[in-house]
C-alpha cells in the first residue's frame, strides 16, 4: 500500500491529526492549524496580495468556465469522448485567457465502461437497490448473479469468518461511517478480500456520512493474484436494510452488471503557463483533474479545482503581474480510475525535479477555505502520528513559519490559517520525490455528501466561496513563484 492517493481517491483526503479522527466523521474534531503571523513576506507582497484579493472579488471567469463544463460536457470519465471535449476546451480556455506554452501533454488513459446494472433484494422481500458498480469493476455473468447475501461488518470480522461462510456469497460491507480514509478501504480492497473467500460478488455501504439514497462510485483495486469478482456501492439505506434483514434470516440478492474494460484511449494533460521573469526554468505547479466519473457533473470533483486554480493563475496574469519564476497550470487527466496523468507529469519532468519548487493541487471542493495546506499524504492517514511542529527539522520549521507569514495576507477572505497535511493524487508522485505539497484547505462539510454521485452538479458550488479558494490559491501562488528562497518538501515522512 502506497499513501492514500494509491487507492485514487478523485478526492480530499483531509485527516485530522488526532489519532484516527478523520473529517467528515462524526464528533470529528477541528482541524489542527496554526494561524498567520506577519512577516517579512507579507510586508514584501502586501500590495499586490490586497489587488489579487480585490480583483477575486468580482472575477468570474473560473466560474463561467466551470458552468459551461458542467452544463455542456459534463461527466468526462477517462476513455468517454467528454473527457477529450473538455481536454481540447481547457487547452482553448487557457489560450484565450493569454496563458503561454499552452500544449496537451498526450497520455494514454484506461477505458471503463459501465453499461448497464442493477441490483435487488430478491429475498426474503423484493425491493430495487440503489447502486452504483464500483470503477474498474468487472461485470456479472450475462443474467446476472443471484446469491445469498452475507453481511459483514468490518475487515476484523471478515478475517474472521469461514470460508464456508463466505464461499458462493455475496457480501455486504458495512462498516458505519469512519470518515472517507477509513470507508474508502471497503470501497478500494474490500472485494478482493471478500474474493478470496470464496465470494461472487461486493456490495459495500457508500463513503458517505449521508444517508439520501445516493450510490457514491469510485475506483476499487482488484489484488490480481485473487478472482475478480464484480462490485458496487449502494446507498447508506439500502445497506442498513441489508444488514437488518440478515439479522433476521437468510437473504437473496440479484446483481447484474455489464461493466468491462475497452482498449486504452488517448487523452492528455492540459497545461499552461505564465513564464517566469527571472528563473523560468523553475516551476511552481498548481492544478486540479480534468477527468470526473461518470455520474453528476464532476462540479466539485474536479471541475471546481480545476476552473479554481484556472482562476488563481488568470487572475494573476490579468494583473500584469509577472513573478521571478514560472507558473504553471495543469489539468490532470485520468486521477479518478488510474492517476495516469499526475504519472505522465512526473515522467515529462524526469531528472529536473529539483525545478519543480512547489505543487499544488485543488481536489477538494471549493467549499468555504479555512487555509492553506502543507505536507503530503502520510501525515493524514489513519493512525498517523500527531503532528508536532517542534520535531520537524529545521528547515521544514521554517517553511511553516514562511506559509504562515504567506497566510497573514489572506485575512480579508478568512482563509488565513496554514494546516498540516496537504497534496493530492495528481502532484503525489513529484512530493514523493521531494517536491513541497501544499492544496486549499476547506472546512470541508458537504464534500464527500456529493462525491462521486449524481448529485455532484454545479449548483453545489457556492460562486462566493470558489471566488475565495481561487483568491487564495492565487496569492500563495504567485509568492512561492516570486519569494527568495523555497519551501522544503517531503514533511510528512520527517514528522513521524
Ligand atoms: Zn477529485
Not at 207 to 213: E, I, K, S, V
Not at 353 to 356: L, S
Not at 382 to 385: E, F, S
Given at each position: 500500500m502506497k499513501g492514500l492517493a494509491a487507492f485514487g481517491m478523485g478526492a480530499a483526503l483531509f485527516f485530522v491529526q488526532s489519532g484516527v479522527a478523520q473529517m467528515g466523521a462524526p464528533d470529528t474534531p477541528p482541524p489542527v492549524s496554526m494561524q498567520a503571523v506577519h512577516g517579512p513576506l507579507a510586508a514584501k507582497y502586501k500590495a499586490e496580495a490586497d489587488r489579487i484579493l480585490k480583483a477575486g472579488e468580482t472575477d468570474d471567469d473560473g466560474y463561467v468556465a466551470l458552468t459551461y463544463l458542467c452544463d455542456h460536457i459534463g461527466k468526462r470519465l477517462s476513455g468517454s469522448p467528454q473527457l477529450n471535449t473538455a481536454v481540447e476546451w481547457g487547452a482553448e480556455l487557457m489560450r484565450k485567457a493569454g496563458l503561454e506554452n499552452v500544449t496537451v501533454q498526450p497520455v494514454m488513459v484506461p477505458h471503463w465502461v459501465r453499461g448497464e446494472e442493477s441490483g435487488a433484494i430478491v429475498a426474503p422481500v423484493t425491493k430495487p437497490l440503489h447502486m452504483l458498480g464500483l470503477g474498474m469493476s468487472v461485470g456479472t455473468p450475462k443474467g446476472g448473479i443471484t446469491a445469498e447475501a452475507v453481511f459483514v461488518p468490518s475487515f476484523e470480522a471478515l478475517d474472521a469468518m469461514s470460508t464456508e461462510q463466505v464461499k458462493g456469497k455475496i457480501v455486504v460491507f458495512n462498516p458505519g461511517w469512519h470518515g472517507y480514509g477509513v470507508n474508502v478501504m471497503y470501497r478500494a480492497i474490500g472485494p478482493s478480500k471478500a474474493a478470496a473467500k470464496g465470494a461472487v460478488g461486493v456490495l459495500v455501504r457508500s463513503?458517505?456520512?449521508?444517508?439520501?439514497?445516493t450510490p457514491h462510485t469510485g475506483s476499487l483495486y482488484y489484488d490480481e493474484k485473487v478472482t475478480k469478482i464484480p462490485a458496487a456501492a449502494i446507498s447508506i439505506e439500502d445497506a442498513l436494510m441489508i444488514e437488518r434483514l440478515c439479522k433476521e434470516g437468510p437473504v437473496k440478492v440479484h446483481l447484474q452488471m455489464d461493466a468491462h474494460m475497452e482498449a486504452d484511449v488517448k487523452a492528455g494533460n492540459v497545461m499552461g503557463e505564465i513564464v517566469g521573469s527571472e528563473h523560468p526554468e523553475q516551476v511552481v505547479v498548481i492544478g486540479g483533474h480534468i477527468d470526473s466519473w461518470d455520474v453528476g457533473q464532476g462540479a466539485q470533483d474536479d471541475g471546481s479545482g480545476i476552473m479554481g486554480t484556472f482562476q488563481a493563475v488568470t487572475l494573476i496574469h490579468k494583473l500584469g503581474l509577472k513573478p521571478k519564476r514560472t507558473i504553471r497550470l495543469v489539468f490532470w487527466?485520468?486521477?479518478?480510475?488510474?492517476?495516469a496523468g499526475g504519472k505522465a507529469y512526473r515522467k515529462m519532468i524526469g531528472p529536473k525535479?529539483?525545478?519543480?519548487v512547489a505543487a499544488i493541487e485543488m481536489d477538494e471542493g471549493a467549499e468555504k477555505p479555512l487555509g492553506i495546506g502543507y505536507g503530503g499524504f502520510e501525515s493524514l492517514m489513519?493512525?498517523?502520528?500527531p503532528f508536532d511542529l517542534s520535531k520537524l527539522p529545521p528547515d521544514q520549521q521554517q517553511s511553516f513559519a514562511a506559509l504562515q507569514d504567506i497566510a497573514s495576507l489572506l485575512g480579508p477572505i478568512g482563509a488565513d490559517r496554514v494546516l498540516p497535511g496537504g497534496g493530492g493524487s495528481d502532484i503525489e508522485p513529484l512530493t514523493d520525490d521531494g517536491v513541497p505539497a501544499l492544496a486549499p484547505r476547506t472546512e470541508d462539510l458537504h464534500y464527500f455528501d456529493w462525491h462521486h454521485t449524481e448529485a455532484d452538479t454545479l449548483d453545489k458550488v457556492d460562486p462566493k466561496e470558489f471566488r475565495k479558494n481561487a483568491a487564495m490559491l492565487s496569492v500563495v501562488a504567485y509568492v512561492l513563484a516570486d519569494m527568495d528562497g523555497r519551501l522544503a518538501g517531503k514533511v510528512a515522512a520527517a514528522a513521524k
Open positions: 463513503a458517505t456520512g449521508l444517508a439520501m439514497q487527466v485520468n486521477e479518478e480510475n488510474g492517476e525535479i529539483g525545478e519543480q489513519p493512525g498517523a502520528p
